[in-house]
Structures are given as C-alpha cells and as structure tokens.
C-alpha cells in the first residue's frame, strides 16, 4: 500500500460512531449481515421445527395434542435463558464467539432431537438446543447494527433478520417434504447437519464486532485495523479508535439514567409480540389439521407465517428507519385485525392463506422491527444486555404463548374464539409501541 493510499489524519482520534455513518456501506458490512443471516435461517429452521412435526409427532408418541406444550416450552425457555445470560456474557467477552458457539450448540442438539425416543428426554433436549438459539440471536441482531450506519440501522437488521423468518417458513416445506417419506427424524437431522457444517464459514469470515473492538473490554489495534479493511485505505498507527458512548454495562444499566420506562416497554412489547408468534406458529398446524387439512398441507399453510413476516420487514425497513415506533405500532394494529380474520377463513385455503400472510406480516414484520429498534435504543457497552434482556422477556411471551394456545384449543368454542383471543396481545402491543413513541419525543 503507498503513501497516496493512506487516509488524512487531521486528529489523533478516530470517532467509529461517525466513521461508519458517514461512509457506504461496504462489502465486510454486508458480510457480516449475510453471516449473521445465515446464522438466524438455522435459528428460525430449528424454532419452528417442531411445531411443524407437532401432528405427527403426537401420533409416534401416541399423545394428545394438548401435551406437546411442555416440548414447546422446553425449547422457548431455553431460548429465554439463552437469551438472558448469553447477551450480557457477550457484552464483556464478544459478540463473534458467541454466535459461533451457540450454533455449534443448537446444531448438536438439533441431531441429538432426532435419536430420542422417550418424551421426557425429547423436553430435556429441546431445553437445551434453546440455549444455543437464545444466544445465537441477540447477538447477531447486536452485531449487525454495529456495524451499520445510523441511517441505515433499521434496515440492515431487519433484512438480516429476515433469515430468521426464512428459515422458518423454509422449514414447513422441508418437513411437507421429509415427513411423509422419512418421519419427524428428519427434519431434525437437516435442522443438525445444516449449522455444524456452517460453523467453519463463521470462523473463517465472521469478524468481531468493531465497536466492542474499540471499547474498554476490546482491542483498539485490531479495531484500526478493522477500520482500515472498511475503508480500503489503510489508517496511520498513531490514530486511536474511539467510541464515545454511555459505558455503563449490566443488567442494572437498562434501568438506570433514565432508561427504566423505555426499557419496560421494550419488554411488554417484546412479551406479547413473541406471546402472539409462538401461539400462532406452534399451534396453527395443529388447527389446520383438525379443521380438516393435510400434514403436509398444514405445514405449507403455517409456513406462510413466516413468508408473510419477510414481506413485512422488507416492505417496512425504510419506514421504520424514518418513522420508528410510530410504524411499529401501525404494523401491530394492523396483525391484531389479520389475526382476528384469520379464524373466520379457516376453512377456506385461499382465504386462510391470505390471512396468514397478513398475520405474519403484522407480528413477525413487527418483532423483526422491535429487534432492531432495541439494538438503536442502546449503546454499546449495553446493546447485546439491551437486545438480550428484551428476547429474553419475549421468551417469556413465548413460552406462555403455547400454553395458552393449548388451553384455547381446549376450552374455546371455535377457531374463531380462539382467533379473536389471539389478537388481543398484538392490539396491546400495538399501545406500548405509542407509548415508546411518546417517551422517545420526550427524550429528544
């Protein structure tokens, strides 16, 4: 490299917060985003998994419907755990080793879901596959917006994001496919094969997030050097890295300096928004099969959730860069009313399918956008504690989702009851997402 080839060094200090906004965004960003995407296909492969083996594997167990739900559960409070203690762990040792290691978890764990043949062993194995998917999350959704432009932040965490959704929408037309020929097994040896063969690419190209780099737990050097891969130029020895942000760490920080009500709503936001998901996907293929549908027709109709959930974060990621949680809270409004119809079209595909599509939409375009409205909301020393603890809240949701649902399914005098029902938990989070509007503009 020449000397014409370096970059002007007017100071001795290089802000990173105002180097990356004011550059494009470049090829190792975007590396990092279809790593960190790849990462969450596996994620959202092996979530939504066993919902969609849910109908058969009630019959291999010879089961009722209603005692699936503690094998849900299992797997989503792991996810809560995961999410929880592995989010502030990664605020103080990294991000990247982090994700490498819960795939590494929920990979094995996903292979050994397919040798069990006891119910008791299958709860105590989705429990653990969740701890590696609750870590690999908040971590990949903190890595990404690290390395983003503030102008475009929203944006990129919400396509990365997307692979969450693919993978899980992927997921219900490989078990249409596997099931009838191969068993539930299967689809748990592809959810198993598919992240362990993943983990070397994540070694090899899966760089450290250049913020933590740069901050007191991190290596400033290697964040300069990081910064001169960014700018194709190289950057003078004697230029410090800097980011100048609030340093406070742990958990006690997201409710301290002021942080308390914001962080509150993020996490009823996150409860209900997971609480609705993981109803709607752990027990919509069940529903569907009594109401009269195939297995794999079920698993193709269910799996529109998650199409859905794309379409929305793609067609919203500019809006929510723009407008924040005012586009949030229009996008929940609008998945309690497609979740409420959803119920009343239950017996016609084409109807049925179309309001999945807009349920999906709704809830899973709006918690793809909270995930990356959280990871803005906090700063560094705090973002995967931040995006932790509201995943975390949200696997809350998520485990109390399925319950309910079983209980709904149980005591509600229809799939329409059970859909109305449904809906309430989006309409409420549709008012904490006004309220986190009303508390930002105070906060401005």
Do not use: K
Request: one cysteine or more; hydrophobic letters at 55%; proline letters at 5%.
């Amino acid at each position: 490299m020449t000397a014409t080839d370096r970059m002007p060094s007017p100071a001795s200090e290089i802000d990173l917060v105002t180097f990356i906004d004011q550059r494009p965004v470049g090829p190792l960003q975007r590396r990092v985003a279809i790593l960190c995407g790849a990462v969450l296909f596996m994620d959202g492969y092996d979530t939504q998994a066993i919902g969609y083996v849910a109908p058969t594997l009630a019959n291999a167990f010879a089961i009722g419907r209603a005692a699936l739900a503690p094998v849900f559960s299992a797997s989503l409070a792991g996810l809560m755990i995961g999410a929880l203690v592995l989010g502030p762990i990664a605020d103080r040792v990294g991000r990247r080793r982090i994700v490498i290691g819960s795939t590494i978890a929920f990979g094995v764990c996903s292979l050994l879901t397919a040798c069990v043949g006891d119910l008791r062993l299958l709860i105590a194995v989705r429990f653990l596959t969740g701890l590696g998917l609750g870590g690999a999350m908040p971590n990949t959704v903190a890595l990404t917006a690290e390395y983003s432009p503030q102008r475009l932040r929203a944006t990129l965490v919400m396509l990365m994001f997307c692979g969450f959704s693919l993978g899980a929408a992927v997921g219900g037309y490989i078990a249409a496919a596997l099931i009838p020929q191969y068993g539930w097994r299967a689809v748990f040896i592809v959810g198993g094969v598919l992240p362990v063969a993943l983990v070397p690419v994540l070694a090899v190209g899966l760089p450290e997030s250049v913020r933590f780099l740069a901050g007191p737990r991190g290596n400033r050097e290697a964040a300069r050097l990081m910064l001169s891969r960014m700018a194709c130029a190289e950057i003078p020895p004697d230029m410090v890295v800097a980011v100048h942000e609030d340093p406070s760490a742990g958990v006690g920080a997201l409710v301290a300096r002021g942080r308390a009500a914001a962080t509150l709503l993020f996490w009823v936001v996150f409860f209900l928004s997971l609480l609705d998901l993981y109803l709607l996907s752990n027990w919509l293929p069940t529903v569907l099969v009594d109401a009269g549908a195939s297995v794999p027709a079920a698993a193709r109709l269910a799996s529109l959730l998650q199409v859905g959930g794309i379409a929305g974060a793609v067609a919203i990621s500019r809006v929510v860069d723009r407008f924040r949680f005012r586009a949030l809270a229009v996008v929940y409004a609008g998945a309690a009313a497609a979740v409420a119809a959803t119920g009343f079209a239950i017996h016609n595909h084409t109807l049925e399918a179309l309001t999945i599509l807009a349920a999906g939409f709704g809830i899973v375009g709006g918690q793809i956008a909270a995930n990356a409205l959280a990871a803005m909301h906090y700063p560094t020393a705090l973002r995967s504690t931040g995006v932790g603890w509201a995943l975390g809240a949200g696997r809350a949701g998520s485990i109390v989702g399925p319950i309910v649902g079983g209980v709904l399914l149980q005591r509600s005098e229809g799939p329409i009851q059970l859909f109305l029902l449904a809906a309430a938990p989006a309409a409420i989070a549709a008012g904490a997402s006004l309220a986190l509007h009303g508390l930002s503009r105070r906060e401005r």
